[in-house]
């Protein structure tokens, strides 16, 4: 075909994506290290590095080298970290009572953080699991959860934290009614400036399996269907989320984040507050194995799929790929 012969068009979209300057130029969805939240597990002791099978390239790690990577990817540009403690059996029970004690380790651990790294964020979790010896996120009683009867556990549970000197406490329990408990319990004490991030909507997923094993969490009997969202649910999301946000939450969060994409849009559009998602531990771990076989590029999936939850929606990403994520938007 002569040049005399070629059609013209008056559209060709291919002309916005002729050069990198030119797609660079007007890209719709962009992802900074302020976006970033790095989850961390932390183990008691001191110099202890132990790798996690089912998370490659992930840790569980004591105070001191939890404390060092957190500077590193504060560094980079992250803004904030999401602990999440290794409890010792000993220290387990039907009640989670070392959640609150003031000396234990996420409480330690919270002071350190904020003592090295003052303009560092820390998030913590609000949740029975890491210190039950059930491995359930509630009160276990007679096969049941109940809610009601965890609610003062996870206040008291928040408020320690907050005395420790967190920024953020995060219930991920998906306990009804505990966003306005905690928060009517951190206002007598004082923490009135002390934000909450809501689990809003968090599925009972298969892809939290690699999170059980670094936290030896997994439920000793029974599952967590009966206060995990059902995966095949989309408008119970947004109950869930205008739940939250007229208990007090600054913050609500969908989990997991890739096979959620749908849910994270809806609530993006919906809600009145900062969205949060959660790529969890199972998504690290499919591009992270995969890459290591051979099936893909590493950096390329992982930004492909981090620019994805973003661009539907979400206002900032926990990902384990935080800093590694950081080191190559900072080139």
């Known amino acids: 075909m002569t040049n005399a012969q070629q059609p013209s068009f008056l559209q060709r979209p291919r002309r916005n994506r002729k050069s990198a300057s030119v797609r660079d130029m007007v890209r719709e969805t962009r992802i900074s290290p302020q976006n970033l939240v790095l989850p961390l597990f932390v183990r008691d002791g001191t110099g202890q590095q132990e790798a996690i099978k089912s998370m490659p390239g992930v840790f569980r790690l004591s105070p001191d080298l939890l404390v060092r990577k957190a500077a590193t990817a504060h560094e980079l540009g992250v803004p904030a970290v999401a ?6 059996e000993d220290f387990k029970d ?15 651990t919270v002071a350190q953080l904020k003592g090295r790294i003052p303009s560092l964020t820390v998030i913590t979790d609000v949740a029975m ?4 010896c059930d491995g359930h996120d509630g009160v276990y009683c007679n096969g049941q959860v109940d809610n009601d ?31 306005g408990y905690i928060r009517r319990a951190l206002e007598q004490e004082g923490y009135s400036d002390i934000g909450i991030l809501a689990y809003s909507a968090k599925y009972a997923s298969a892809f939290y399996g690699p999170f059980r094993e670094a936290l030896d969490s997994a439920p000793r009997s029974g599952d967590k269907k009966t206060y995990q969202m059902d995966p ?47 790529s969890v531990s199972g998504e690290y ?9 051979g099936c893909l590029d590493e950096t390329a999936a992982m930004t492909e799929c981090l ?25």
Not at 129 to 132: C, E, I, Q, R
């Open 83 to 88: 602990l999440f403690p290794v409890i010792a």
């Open 232 to 278: 095949a649910n989309s408008r119970e999301a947004q109950r869930e989320v205008a739940l939250d946000i007229a208990e007090g939450a600054d913050m609500v969060m969908v989990k997991p984040a890739l096979p959620y994409l749908d849910v994270i849009a809806a609530v993006r559009a919906a809600s009145t507050v900062p969205v949060a998602a959660y």
């Open 94 to 108: 039907q009640r989670a009572s070392e959640s609150a004690n003031p000396d234990g380790l996420l409480q330690r």
């Open 307 to 331: 620019l994805a939850i973003k661009r539907a929606g979400a206002d900032c990403i926990l990902t384990y790929f935080a800093e590694e994520m950081a080191r190559v938007l900072n080139g």
């Open 149 to 179: 009867a965890t609610l003062p556990i996870l206040a008291e549970m928040a408020v320690s934290q907050a005395r420790a000197g967190a920024d953020i406490v995060a219930p991920s329990d998906m306990m009804d009614g505990r966003v």
């Open 129 to 132: 699991d890491p210190y039950s």
């Open 285 to 293: 771990a499919m591009i992270r194995m995969a890459a290591q076989a």
